[in-house]
C-alpha cells in the first residue's frame, strides 16, 4: 500500500490549506500515519500522525493549528493547516508505519504561505 499527499498550494500568511493522503489500499493497514514536511536547507521532519485506535499527536511548532482526521471509507487522511505562518512553508509528506516499516515516500506536495 503506498500514499500519496496532494492538496498543497500558495496560500497568505493566516490562511488555510487541507492536505490529504491517499491510500492505494486500506489506509488501515498501517499502525500509523504522518505528515512530514521539509523545509529548503533543513531536515525532514514529523509534525502530526494518526494511530490506528485513532490517537493523535503535534510538534510544538503547529499545535493548536493543525488538525488531522481519517475517513477510511476514503481511505484517507486529511491535514488541516489553519492560521498558516510563511515559516510552514515546505514540501510536505505523508508515510505510513506498519509494524517497524515505513511505506515508500511520494513525491510531497508544496505548500507556500506568503507574508
Known amino acids: 500500500v503506498q500514499l500519496q499527499a496532494s492538496g498543497g498550494g500558495l496560500v497568505q500568511a493566516g490562511g488555510s490549506l487541507r492536505l490529504s493522503c491517499a491510500a492505494s489500499?486500506?489506509?488501515?493497514?498501517?499502525?500509523?500515519v504522518g505528515w512530514y514536511r521539509q523545509a529548503p536547507g533543513k531536515q525532514r521532519e514529523l509534525i502530526a500522525y494518526?494511530?490506528?485506535?485513532?490517537?493523535?499527536d503535534f510538534h510544538g511548532s503547529v499545535k493548536g493549528r493543525f488538525t488531522i482526521s481519517r475517513d477510511n471509507a476514503k481511505n484517507t487522511v486529511y491535514l488541516q493547516m489553519n492560521s498558516l505562518k510563511p515559516e510552514d512553508t515546505a514540501v510536505y509528506y505523508c508515510n505510513g508505519l506498519r509494524g517497524s516499516l515505513y511505506s515508500p515516500w511520494g513525491q510531497g506536495t508544496q505548500v507556500t504561505v506568503s507574508s
Open positions: 489500499g486500506s489506509i488501515l493497514s498501517f499502525d500509523l
Open positions: 494518526v494511530r490506528k485506535g485513532g490517537g493523535t
